[in-house]
């Protein structure tokens, strides 16, 4: 029992032994763990400071970048090796930019010295380009012109404006040292000094002394200037603009002076007319002899400060027919479509003391349609209009010579704007009559060429003369020749001034017994001296005058003016008497034609003839002019005002009025050129002057003129497709 006792304790004492050993070797791997982690631990710590040293090693400005990069927006220069301002930063001197760049409020590199270039500026003298140092958008600096320095811009000049004076041959502009005329302002030192005199701030917007602001004078924003708030005119005022829109301030101006009355450079013209100098350009300050007319020299575009007269709308920058006005062809219409009814016309003068054709002095004008042509919807063919007046009943008798239609006339009232009586029918194109039977029917064809009327509708023996070709036809032959006839009523036709010859009854012979062809007929009032009814016969570019008492007919003659004593030949239009009983009734002495002396001119009417020719004594005159014959030869119709446009006349109007030819508004239709650049087809009137009205036509169009109102008639119209 004792033994047992004895291995028990014996084997208990190893087993604790091994317990402790096994003990002792896990104590020993969790404190070498410990030693590993602190180790990595510190070794990881000893990196990230290391790391941290070198990220924090920059260089800032001015510091040397060999070893270390440029902290931020800085960049290493490549020449000094120090961090320098980049492309864009900031600067103050162009030592703070990196090698290439240069300081103009921010490093930069590019052109230098000149308008709207970087800084540092240039300065010459010489052309009075004068640069300043400006601040622009972004911290930039750019080269602007100094006060005084010429500009065409307000982005030229330092002070942000560009300001016009009057110059010898127009406007001058120049930087401001200010704020230009018409700007908002609150104290004088604000508005431009270098203006004589200085500007000065009236109530509330810069204006040159004595202007005050609103009244007649005074500068104006309006459509004139970039700024929106400018000064604005006073009641009945209108502000208009004399220069470049955008750098020039307008003028508070009086639109109360109408075509070719006298402006000034605020006394201005209706809002349809410009007020232009004696030598075309537009009227300044310190212009004299100015006058209204519409925008010259092309009367369709939209000059500087116009608008288009009524009737037409404006289209990059030209003015073009509206809706149911005159074309031939697409050109002439705003829509850019024309196909719509043949149309007449109207010019419609605004006169406060006038509603008549007193084109001079008119205030606004309109161009408006009365009616479709005859037949509306079928073609027409224009050859000739021409009308008479009711001054009393405000009414007009148009009457339309036409190569498809016949002869047709129309009553209109242009003061009321209303049609009286609509187109009728005087005569046919074509009348065919047949006479007898068998071998003795005779036919007879004619065709209307022309037709003319003397006298007042409703006077004394008013006479109608007719040209027709003719044609019988009969079993002996065939017999054709242009005749004429007469009639007091266009219902008995009278075969005209039968003379013994070789053509039918009714046709015309020269003093050599030649049978004349007929293209235009006209016949003389019967208020003139010679009493009336001389007739006129063209043809062939010649034309040949029968004094009333005469029976043959001579190539007419040129009577007075700078051609007095040539023969009426090289013709390339119309020719038509015109009635002036006498152009100078206060003369003393007898009357005489051509008129000499102080003697008054008085002409017969087959001396006083209109005809389209060239004129050929003027170097500027190298088309055809309307010109004339008696009491007023070597006038021209239409004329260039400064040299640079030539007309060739197509077709003209010289309406019949008792006080003759100084109360006569002719119209022509002419082409327009400008040098050999063909300009527009424009319509020209004059009443003693020459006028051009605005409207595009062409030559297939024609027209009249009256004592109330100007007519043109044109083949199509422009519509909607």
Not at 173 to 195: E, I, K, R, V, W
Request: hydrophobic share 35%.
């Amino acid at each position: 029992m004792d033994n047992n006792t004895t291995d028990s304790s014996s084997s208990g004492s190893d087993s604790g032994s091994n317990s402790g050993i096994i003990i002792g070797i896990v104590i020993f791997l969790l404190l070498f763990l410990f030693f590993v982690i602190v180790i990595i631990a510190i070794a990881r710590s000893d990196t990230s400071s290391n790391n941290a040293a070198v990220t924090t090693q920059v260089g800032g400005f001015l510091s040397a970048c060999t070893t270390v990069p440029c902290e931020g927006e800085f960049v290493c220069d490549g020449v000094s090796f120090v961090c320098k301002e980049g492309t864009g930063a900031p600067c103050n001197d162009s030592t703070d930019c990196a090698n290439g760049l240069f300081c103009s409020g921010i490093c930069v590199s590019g052109a230098t010295g000149g308008l709207n270039q970087y800084c540092p500026c240039l300065t010459n003298q010489i052309d009075n380009q004068n640069y300043l140092c400006t601040a622009v958008a972004g911290g930039l600096f750019a080269c602007k012109g100094a006060p005084g320095t010429s500009c065409t811009g307000n982005n030229q000049c330092a002070s942000g404006f560009c300001a016009a004076a009057p110059g010898p041959v127009g406007p001058v502009y120049t930087c401001g040292s200010g704020f230009p005329p018409a700007f908002p302002c609150q104290t004088d030192n604000q508005c431009d000094q270098l203006t004589r005199p200085p500007a000065v701030c009236s109530l509330g917007f810069c204006q040159i002394p004595p202007a005050i602001t609103g009244q007649i004078g005074a500068s104006c924003g309006g459509n004139c200037v970039t700024f929106s708030d400018g000064a604005v005119c006073g009641l009945d005022l209108t502000c208009t603009c004399f220069g470049d829109p955008g750098v020039s301030s307008g003028i508070c101006t009086s639109t109360s002076q109408g075509i070719y009355s006298p402006c000034s450079f605020a006394n201005g013209c209706g809002q349809d007319l410009n007020c232009y100098t004696p030598s075309g350009s537009i009227c300044g300050t310190g212009n004299t002899g100015c006058f209204c007319a519409f925008p010259y020299n092309d009367p369709n575009a939209m000059a500087l400060g116009s608008v288009c007269i009524g009737g037409m709308t404006v289209k990059d920058d030209q003015c073009y027919n509206n809706d149911n006005l005159g074309c031939s062809s697409s050109a002439a219409c705003f829509n850019d479509f024309c196909g719509g009814n043949s149309v007449l016309a109207a010019y419609v003068f605004g006169i406060p003391e006038d509603v008549g054709t007193r084109l001079l002095g008119a205030t606004d004008t309109e161009i408006i349609p009365v009616i479709s042509g005859p037949n509306a919807g079928s073609p027409i063919s224009p050859y000739k209009m021409f009308a008479f007046s009711s001054v009393s009943a405000q009414e007009d008798i148009i009457y339309l010579v036409d190569h498809d239609q016949g002869l047709w006339s129309l009553v209109y009232n242009p003061i009321q704007r209303k049609v009286v009586n609509p187109w009728f029918q005087l005569l046919p194109l074509t009348t065919t009559i047949s006479t007898g039977s068998g071998n003795s029917r005779v036919t007879t064809t004619q065709t209307l060429i022309d037709a003319a009327f003397n006298g007042n509708p409703g006077g004394n023996a008013p006479i109608w003369i007719v040209a027709y070709q003719e044609t019988i036809t009969s079993i002996t032959g065939t017999v054709s020749n242009n005749v004429l006839y007469t009639s007091p009523d266009l219902i008995v036709l009278t075969p005209y001034n039968v003379t013994t010859g070789t053509g039918l009854p009714g046709t015309q012979y020269t003093t050599s017994g030649t049978a004349l062809t007929i293209q235009y007929i006209d016949i003389s009032q019967p208020n003139d001296i010679s009493a009336g009814g001389d007739v006129l016969i063209s043809t062939a570019g010649t034309i040949y005058v029968k004094a009333a008492s005469a029976t043959t007919y001579n190539v007419g003659v040129i009577v007075g003016g700078p051609r007095n004593g040539q023969l009426m030949t090289g013709t390339t239009g119309p020719a038509r008497f015109y009635y002036d009983n006498e152009e100078n009734p206060l003369g003393t002495g007898p009357p005489s034609c051509p008129g000499g002396g102080t003697s008054p001119i008085q002409c017969s009417s087959f001396n006083n003839i209109a005809f389209v020719a060239n004129f050929g004594l003027l170097p500027n005159i190298l088309v055809n002019v309307l010109q004339f014959s008696g009491n007023i030869a070597g006038f021209l119709v239409p004329t260039d005002r400064i040299g640079t446009v030539q007309y060739q006349v197509f077709d003209f109007a010289v309406p019949f009025t008792t006080g003759g030819m100084p109360n006569t508004a002719i119209i022509t239709l002419s082409n327009a050129y400008s040098g050999t650049t063909f300009i527009d087809t424009v319509v020209s009137a004059t009443t003693g002057v020459s006028v051009i009205l605005p409207y595009r036509v062409d030559t297939t169009a024609r027209s009249c003129s009256s004592e109330l109102a100007y007519y043109v008639i044109s083949i199509a119209s422009c519509s909607n497709p």
